[in-house]
């Protein structure tokens, strides 16, 4: 089946810095990826669609200017999380969109676990 | 605006007893609804799509227009059925976008 992998999966920052998140699809080419946010009990929040050559777009209050997503190649997306707080905590979650000839699937990425101090 | 309500935050049930996970939506137009599965540390996966028509792992789903649901459902629950289960719609024309439910725990006990 399709895997779609995460790196790092989990990272610890300082308050300030920024954070890089690789999403990578292994073995398949994703045009579309999806950036998820999901916080403790809680359901994933779509943050932005990632279009590979253009550029991404945002859900409705989410700041693109915080959350900088690159979808580069057509089997990477990346998201920065620039001057992260401690309420950029969270679990982000990637997915690529595998298009089959009568359908297309959504896998899902592992997660990586932000916490800022 | 798309919504996915799940009304159960968590369900108990014991092993061999059928299991009903509910899910309803609102939605205007014709959607595409889903079910994605988390078992403990795995990542979410799908289970099955309601244009597929397909029982999966012993799990069916009917959408139902008239209630705008798409309730989950199996007959006998199994142990390993015990996990996070989350359902999800597309809308038409929204390019593959899921807006997901807040998730139900599913916990199948002996």
């Known amino acids: 089946g399709a895997v779609v992998s995460q790196h790092p999966s989990w990272v610890i920052c300082k308050s300030g810095t920024s954070v890089k998140i690789e999403c990578r699809s292994l073995d398949f080419q994703a045009t579309t990826m999806f950036w998820y946010r999901q916080f403790p009990k809680q359901s994933l929040m779509l943050m932005a669609t990632s279009n590979e050559g253009s550029k991404a777009t945002y859900e409705q209050g989410v700041e693109k200017d915080k959350f900088l997503i690159n979808h580069a190649s057509l089997t990477l997306s990346t998201l920065t999380v620039t001057s992260a707080h401690p309420e950029d905590s969270s679990f982000y979650i990637c997915s690529a969109i595998r298009s089959g000839t009568y359908s297309s699937e959504q896998f899902f990425g592992p997660g990586t676990r932000l916490t800022v101090l | 605006a798309q919504r996915v309500t799940q009304p159960e935050k968590l369900l108990s049930v014991f092993k061999g007893a059928p299991v009903e996970l509910k899910c309803n939506y609102s939605?205007?137009?014709?959607?595409?609804l889903f079910w994605y599965v988390q078992y403990s540390r795995q990542r979410l996966q799908l289970l099955l799509r309601h244009i597929s028509r397909e029982s999966i792992k012993g799990f069916t789903a009917d959408l139902n227009k008239g209630e705008t649901s798409f309730h989950l459902k199996k007959p006998f629950a199994q142990e390993e059925d015990s996990a996070m289960y989350y359902c999800a719609l597309s809308g038409a024309g929204g390019g593959n976008k899921l807006t997901f439910g807040t998730g139900t725990q599913l916990k199948v006990e002996l």
């Open positions: 939605y205007s137009g014709s959607p595409e």
